[in-house]
């Protein structure tokens, strides 16, 4: 009888322990999949903000280009709109 509640004591601990075995796997692998979810959010994140950054950057250049462009007129403009300047008088005697 002392056996067979050895035997018993002994198969109840190796279950417990298979038990505790199996929920640290099972934490161990969620762990890693919730790792590897971050990682995969975090390059994600650096995509958006590189996107981003090269949208700003076209941005900058059009408005650079286009300010440019209004200088350019602006300069062209300047001469048409210059009143003719008329010699000064000459005093004939």
């Known amino acids: 009888m002392t056996k067979n509640a050895a035997y018993a004591l002994l198969l109840a601990a190796t279950l417990g ?3 505790c075995d199996n929920a640290a796997e099972n ?3 969620d762990a890693q999949e919730s790792r590897e979810e971050a990682q995969e959010s975090m390059n994600d994140a650096k995509e958006s903000m590189n996107d981003a950054a090269e949208a700003q950057n076209e941005a900058a ?3 650079a280009e286009a300010a440019e ?3 350019e007129e602006s300069r062209e403009a300047a001469p048409a709109t ?3 300047v008329s010699p000064p008088p000459t005093n004939q005697q």
């Open 17 to 19: 322990l298979a038990a």
């Open 82 to 84: 210059e009143q003719p």
């Open 27 to 29: 934490s161990a692998q």
């Open 61 to 63: 250049a059009e408005e």
């Open 69 to 71: 462009q209004r200088a």
